[in-house]
């Protein structure tokens, strides 16, 4: 159904990647974007079959997967060259964590104006909390 969209999945956890999942299962190609030497910070969760992460093959099944440095100027200018040949991005930092690597909307929209782009966050993009992060699952349970 979504066969000839490309999405760049900037996500990390759960919430972005997720999301950018279910592109791919409705046929869409997604590009995985992961920091380079460590990867997805999900890769290091367990349990793990012969080495590898349980929960990171579900939740990034139907990717492709690169890694950029988004806080170097090459990294920044892959991913821009990337943009343009996209049709969305999805990504789940803190707000403002891309304008401050000058990846924020107005440049990503610059280098494309088609592009949509799928902002998610623990609290919001804007308020009193937008810049608290997110409990994840584990620590939710450990408190609950």
Do not use: H
């Not at 000839?4 to 592109?23: E, H």
């Not at 620590?139 to 609950?144: I, N, P, Q, S």
């Amino acid at each position: 159904m979504l066969s000839g969209l490309r999405i760049l999945d900037l996500g990390t956890m759960v919430a972005g990647p997720v999301a950018a999942t279910l592109f791919g299962d409705f046929g869409a190609e997604v590009i995985k974007v992961e920091v380079p030497r460590r990867g997805d910070t999900v890769r290091d969760l367990g349990p793990f079959v012969d080495g590898q992460c349980l929960y990171w093959s579900v939740e990034n099944r139907n990717k492709k997967s690169i890694t950029l440095d988004l806080r170097k100027p090459q990294g920044r200018n892959l991913l821009l060259q990337l943009v343009e040949k996209a049709d969305a991005v999805v990504e789940n930092f803190r707000p403002g964590t891309l304008e401050k690597w000058g990846l924020g909307w107005e440049a990503l929209k610059a280098r494309n104006p088609k592009l949509v782009m799928l902002r998610i966050s623990g609290f919001g993009q804007t308020g009193p909390y937008r810049d608290a992060r997110a409990m994840t699952v584990s620590r939710w349970r450990l408190a609950g």
